[in-house]
């Protein structure tokens, strides 16, 4: 790898490293989710559950759609749920 890529997944392991972003890919694993569902799943404030996914979705992590009045959400690429799966099962040993 070199520096940049070095770089880039830094980040991404950044932006993933809390609860609340991790338990929202979780949700999001099957597939697409609006805000306020997400939001009753997490049990906390829309605006804090709307912070945490702009801020996966700034670094390309989510992405998402309007429809009518909600926003959905997505995983971009689904293999960031590689990297939660492999930290869940080190954890086990």
Same mark, same amino acid.
């Given at each position: ?7 880039? $997944? $830094?980040?991404?392991?950044? /932006?993933? $490293? ?16 609006? /805000? ?18 702009? &801020?996966?979705? &700034? ?23 590689? /990297?939660?799966?492999?930290?869940? $099962?080190?954890?086990?040993?």
């Amino acid at each position: 790898m070199r520096q940049n890529e070095y770089s880039r $997944a $830094a980040e991404a392991l950044r /932006v993933i $490293a809390h609860p609340q972003r991790l338990k929202i890919l979780e949700l999001l694993r099957d597939g697409e989710l609006s /805000v306020s569902d997400i939001q009753a799943d997490l049990g906390i404030k829309q605006s804090i559950t709307s912070q945490h996914l702009n &801020n996966m979705k &700034n670094k390309a992590i989510l992405k998402s759609q309007r429809r009518g009045n909600s926003v959905f959400y997505h995983i971009i690429n689904k293999d960031i749920l590689k /990297v939660i799966t492999c930290i869940k $099962a080190c954890q086990e040993k």
